[in-house]
């Protein structure tokens, strides 16, 4: 081992002169703590060399750089016997105590030392039996210390004292520049990001501005999206749940929603698939920029739809309502609009549920067919003109009410085809009759149509509801008169017995009395009537009676 007289100058240059060198490099902490740990090692003859480092929160010193040491001392040692700063109730380690003090704490002989108790174990496993640590300092504040171990009981003099200071000072000259260089690469990356993130922003603009000002209306939106963020987009109509348009290779089922705005209500969903980790920034500011682009589009889009939807109505209107007036302009106002009344139309009649919201759908999808369809509103009932194919797009209309939340309350029918202008009002006027007695029946998770009706389809066809009343009051009226004046309820009974397919049991539920009870109704109104419902033709009868005050009700 080298004495502070026997230290040549010439090494001690040129080792600093490397810690320099390496300085200027973009080595990592840890080499460069290895440096300075070798470098004391070998120009003063030491067994082992090692830079401790306080951790973030100031309460250990963890092995950094070394030299000699065996990397399965540095991880027990880092992992299960770090220098502990606190608390101080305890022993404090050689390392612990120069840190603290700022002064170099040495331990001639780590057998001889009773001090060193605690840690003679790990001395024993590394083998050494002197150790010396000196206090690291950057920019004025310890980070750690240099120690310094020999296998044979040593005293550390002055000498040894001083340049080992020096390499200290060197140790901390080299964290605070390795520090800095870290620094100076994160300002580096964040202003990288930052201007990746400023290009991208001006990407985005210039997208959306472009399909702004062509007019590329929801689909340009969607295009232009799916293009920034390298995925498929979908744009849904609120509240119809219509989709307006597409963009992408594969279809988007569900994922992540952003609402399009109106003023104050939500007339889109776009929406792209989820990953389930959160959207990066650049890719949320372009969906908020697509979604304001998207918004202008729909108003665009329902500025020139609302005089289009003006005049659909009024076509519908006059049609179906069968003024001489209106039929005579019908063909040729609809035409202009797209549709040819020339050929085959099929009336779809929607009875009851929201009527602007039920239009809404219709609207939607009267927009979007191929060949053109009109949609329209007659009082509360919601309308649409739809070529040959209707029951199809019936469904599709039922099932999209349904998804708005339209209950059972809601029904849909549609008619036969219509092949000439006179036959619309008829058609509508059966149509609206069939959604009216389908909601009523209770059957109105279905399209209703004339032949799924059964009696009721076929009372429908008749003109005069009148002969349609008078024939129930001829037919039922002792058990109408006999319920008035007592309050029983034969009629009530009778319906419900005829509804149930004639079981006394189903009956007795749906009114909530005692079967003996149904039964004595029954054979009363049997009484009244003169018949016996055990009679095909009586029922037949009674059924034709009971549906045609229902048909005349629906057609009013």
């Known amino acids: 081992m080298q004495t502070t007289g026997a230290v040549q100058l010439r090494p001690w240059l040129e080792a600093i002169a490397a810690i320099a060198t390496a300085l200027n490099r973009p080595v990592s902490l840890p080499e460069l703590l290895d440096l300075v740990s070798g470098t004391a090692s070998r120009l003063l003859g030491y067994d082992f060399c090692a830079v401790l480092l306080v951790d973030e929160a100031r309460r250990k010193l963890v092995i950094t750089g070394a030299y000699g040491l065996s990397p399965s001392y540095i991880e027990q040692v880092n992992a299960d016997h770090p220098v502990v700063l606190e608390p101080d109730d305890e022993p404090r380690a050689p390392s612990g105590r120069a840190f603290l003090t700022g002064t170099p704490v040495q331990v001639p002989d780590t057998v001889a030392d009773a001090t060193f108790l605690p840690w003679g174990g790990v001395a024993r496993q590394q083998g050494y039996r ?30 040894e004292q001083e340049l080992l200071a020096l390499l200290a000072e060197q140790a901390g000259v080299a964290i605070q520049t390795a520090r800095l260089r870290e620094r100076e690469a994160a300002t580096i990356a964040d202003l990288t990001t930052a201007n990746t993130a400023l290009r991208r922003g001006e990407e ?8 702004a000002l062509r007019g590329g209306g929801v689909a340009g939106v969607a295009a232009a999206l799916a293009e920034l963020l390298g995925t498929s987009v979908v744009v849904v109509e609120e509240p119809s749940g219509v989709q307006l348009a ?38 949320v500011r372009a969906l908020e920029h697509a979604a304001t682009v998207c918004a202008l589009e729909v108003l665009r ?22 003024s001489a007036a209106g039929l005579v302009t019908a063909a040729e106002r609809a ?17 009851g549920g929201p009527p602007a919201r039920v239009l809404s759908v219709a609207r939607s999808l009267a927009s979007a067919a191929q060949p053109r369809a009109l949609a329209g509103a007659i009082g509360d009932d919601v309308v649409l003109l739809w070529p040959a194919g209707a029951p199809a797009e019936a469904e599709r209309l039922l099932t999209q009410l349904r998804r708005i939340g339209a209950g059972p309350e809601t029904a849909v029918a549609v008619s036969p085809p219509c092949h000439a202008l006179t036959d619309y009002p008829a058609a509508y006027r059966r149509g609206r009759g069939a959604a009216t007695i389908a909601r009523l029946r209770g059957t109105a998770d279905a399209v209703a149509g004339f032949e799924s009706l059964g009696v009721h389809g076929l009372l429908l066809q008749l003109q005069d509801v009148s002969e349609l009343r008078r024939f129930a009051a001829e ?8 319920d008035t004046a007592r309050g029983t309820a034969l009629e009530q009974t009778l319906r419900a017995y005829v509804t149930h397919d004639l079981n006394t049991a189903a009956t007795a539920a749906a009114l909530f009395v005692h079967p003996n009870t149904v039964n004595l109704r029954l054979r009363k109104a ?18 034709v009676a009971l549906s045609a005050d229902d048909v005349a009700d629906a057609l009013a």
């Open 246 to 283: 597409a963009a992408g290779p594969d279809p988007v089922e569900q994922g992540l929603a952003t609402p399009v705005v109106l003023g104050n209500d939500t007339v889109a969903r776009i929406v792209v698939p989820s990953s389930g980790s959160p959207l990066p920034a650049l890719d």
């Open 475 to 482: 037919t039922l009226a002792p058990i109408r008169t006999y």
């Open 335 to 351: 035409g202009r609009l797209g549709l040819d009344l020339t050929k085959p139309h099929a009336v779809i009649v929607v009875n």
């Open 526 to 543: 049997e009484q009244l009537l003169g018949v016996s419902t055990s009679q095909v033709r009586v029922l037949a009868e009674l059924q």
């Open 130 to 159: 002197s150790m010396i640590s000196m206090p690291v300092f950057s920019a004025g504040v310890p980070v750690g210390t240099l120690n310094c171990y020999t296998r044979m009981p040593h005293e550390f003099g002055p000498g």
């Open 204 to 211: 985005v603009h210039e997208q959306f501005t472009r399909v």
């Open 301 to 322: 889009a329902r500025t020139a739809h609302e005089v289009e939807w003006r005049l659909s109505g009024e076509v519908v209107t006059d049609l179906l309502a069968g």
